[in-house]
T-cell receptor, first 113, second 111 residues
């Protein structure tokens, strides 16, 4: 596809369940970012990959959050034992080189009940 | 890390020029300045990027003074469809990761 694709578009989870959010980057984009966006707030950085290497995970809010990109393409953000405060939109962004603009997907809206 | 400060909100009318200023006092030498637009239920979308002086594309202009401690996004003749949140992002500085978004400016365009 032409853009960054995220799935599912919406996810409802009961508190305590595990969820997995997928990001399909633009072909050839080596850098991949995950952001969390709460309602009315700006995107908050979670983690960053260059190819398959996770170079920065300083934004992950707890050890319940885990991200991977095993083949340097598709990435998965996993949240274990979801809590209500995890409810947010999770955005994936990619780019082909340093200083080039980020290309965002439309996000996955996670609601924890 | 370069932190950015923008007005929380702005109001305008159709056909007016809108200027949104972003402050980034501790911008690093290698950092670029990039502006994004976000509509509800969508991811942010790239508008314009610059390093210094002035950059213009088909939708906006970006003015950056010599000290680079601020930048101004200029939207000519806005329409209702320009109602959105606008974010100023400063990076890379060589680290590539940890690109920090501020709270953004909510622009409301009225008829």
């Amino acid at each position: 596809g032409a853009g960054v694709s995220q799935s599912p578009r919406y996810k409802v989870a009961k508190r305590g369940q595990d969820v997995a959010l997928r990001c399909d980057p633009i072909s050839g984009h080596v850098s991949l970012f995950w952001y969390q966006q709460a309602l009315g707030q700006g995107p908050e950085f979670l983690t960053y990959f260059q190819n398959e290497a996770q170079l920065d995970k300083s934004g992950l809010p707890s050890d319940r959050f885990f991200a991977e990109r095993p083949e340097g393409s598709v990435s998965t953000l996993k949240i274990q034992r979801t809590q209500q405060e995890d409810s947010a939109v999770y955005l994936c962004a990619t780019r082909d080189r340093a200083n080039s603009p980020l290309h965002f997907g439309n996000g996955t809206r996670l609601t924890v009940t | 890390l370069a932190k950015t400060t923008q007005p929380i909100s702005m109001d305008s009318y159709e056909g007016q020029e809108v200027n949104i200023t972003c402050s980034h006092n501790n911008i690093a030498t290698n950092d670029y300045i990039t502006w994004y637009q976000q509509f509800p239920s969508q991811g942010p979308r790239f508008i314009i990027q610059g390093y210094k002086t002035k950059v213009t594309n088909e939708v906006a202009s970006l003015f950056i003074p010599a000290d680079r401690k601020s930048s101004t996004l200029s939207l000519p003749r806005v329409s209702l469809s320009d109602t959105a949140v606008y974010y100023c992002l400063v990076g890379d500085g060589g680290s590539q990761g940890n690109l920090i978004f501020g709270k953004g400016t909510k622009l409301s365009v009225k008829p």
